[in-house]
């Protein structure tokens, strides 16, 4: 089956622009994650939503970066006001959401800010 | 809070000969472990995964793992190397008593294998 979809695949943004970056997750997983991975860095945590319930957003590195999840379904991470440390490659994973789940993630999103 | 140290930076290996990637845990309740791994230009796939019985696990393309509790670690081995298996390999952690799902990364391996 289809598996974590990410659009797009780069984003080239000058600094002070908004971008949004778009994960459609696996058809049926109730728990969905955005990740960052700097160039040499392992994957930070970025914000995680489990079915209705309230997103975990305790990765989120400041007020410029939300998220959100439409329908249980589709996910768009938002960065306002980009800087150049925003450069990185962005993931999202879904699950089926129990703990011993595995995640799967999609091929990410690579954002340059110039 | 949960933690992950992957040691090496780099393994270097060459095709045939085993190989391990060295992963050890910190968690306060019962350690969920998983590895991934990262093809250049690729997203994560996952490998495989121990959450209780047997301490070895087996995962996809011949690796398997083996929890050690008292060592508090989670080593990815494979009897014999293929250059295809260069890649970026990760360990992480949740921990299993609580409902926070967050998985913790490590800062990842690079395993490269030479013909």
């Known amino acids: 089956g289809a598996g974590v979809s990410q659009s797009p695949s780069n984003k080239v943004t000058e600094k002070g622009k908004d971008v949004e970056l778009r994960c459609d997750p696996i058809?049926?997983?109730?728990?969905l994650y955005w990740y960052r991975q700097s160039l040499g860095q392992g994957l930070e945590f970025l914000i995680y939503?489990?079915?209705?319930?309230?997103?975990?957003k305790s990765g989120l590195p400041s007020d410029r970066f939300s998220a959100e999840r439409t329908g249980g379904s589709v996910s768009t991470l938002t960065i306002q006001r980009t800087q150049q440390e925003d450069s990185a490659v962005y993931l999202c994973a879904s699950s089926l959401g129990m703990r011993a789940d595995e995640q799967y993630f999609g091929p990410g999103t690579r954002l340059t800010v110039t | 809070a949960q933690s992950v140290a992957q040691p090496e930076d780099q393994v270097n290996v060459a095709e045939g000969n085993p190989l391990t990637v060295k992963c050890t845990y910190s968690v306060s309740g019962n350690p969920y472990l998983f590895w991934y791994v990262q093809y250049p230009n690729r997203g994560l796939q996952f490998l495989l995964k121990y959450i209780t019985g047997d301490n070895l696990v087996k995962g996809s393309y011949g690796f398997e793992a083996e929890f050690n509790k008292s060592q508090t670690s989670f080593h990815l081995k494979k009897p014999s190397a293929l250059v295809s298996d260069s890649a970026l390999y990760f360990c992480?952690?949740?921990?299993?008593?609580?409902?926070?799902?967050?998985?913790?990364f490590g800062t990842g391996t690079r395993l490269l294998v030479s013909p």
């Open positions: 058809s049926g997983h109730t728990a």
């Open positions: 992480a952690v949740r921990d299993g008593n609580t409902g926070f799902q967050k998985l913790v």
């Open positions: 939503f489990q079915g209705n319930s309230a997103p975990d």
